[in-house]
């Protein structure tokens, strides 16, 4: 089973950037559709950005345009750059596959808190 490292949280203040990264290993993490999910507290998990294996992406309508998701298939690694936080982005940000057939145990996943 693929094992996923997220980092790259923080602290930030509404309208500034922060980028993370996930890690994986295996063929499945670099065949599969990667997503970026989100739990804030109180919330369900809510899937907010995905990038196939070929590089084609979509976002949830609260991130476009704010968020780029991208993948190094050489380096097992998928990125999330956000930009013009919110702190409606407050939350704990996760990385796994977005079939559920590949999905691997749920990472640690990275604090990303946004003052106003």
């Known amino acids: 089973q693929v094992q996923l490292v997220e980092s790259g949280g923080g602290l930030v203040q509404a309208g500034g950037s922060l980028r993370l990264s996930c890690v994986g290993s295996?063929?499945?993490?670099?065949?599969?559709?990667m997503g970026w999910y989100r739990q804030a507290p109180g919330k369900q998990r809510e899937l907010v950005a995905s990038?196939?294996?070929?590089?084609?992406?979509n976002y949830v309508d609260s991130v476009k345009g704010r968020f780029t998701i991208s993948r190094d298939n050489v380096k097992n690694t998928v990125y999330l750059q956000m930009n013009s936080l919110k702190p409606e982005d407050t939350a704990v940000y996760y990385c796994n596959a977005v079939v559920v057939g590949f999905r691997s145990d749920w990472g640690q996943g990275t604090q990303v808190t946004v003052s106003s």
């Open positions: 295996g063929t499945i993490f670099r065949i599969s559709t």
């Open positions: 990038i196939s294996s070929g590089g084609s992406t």
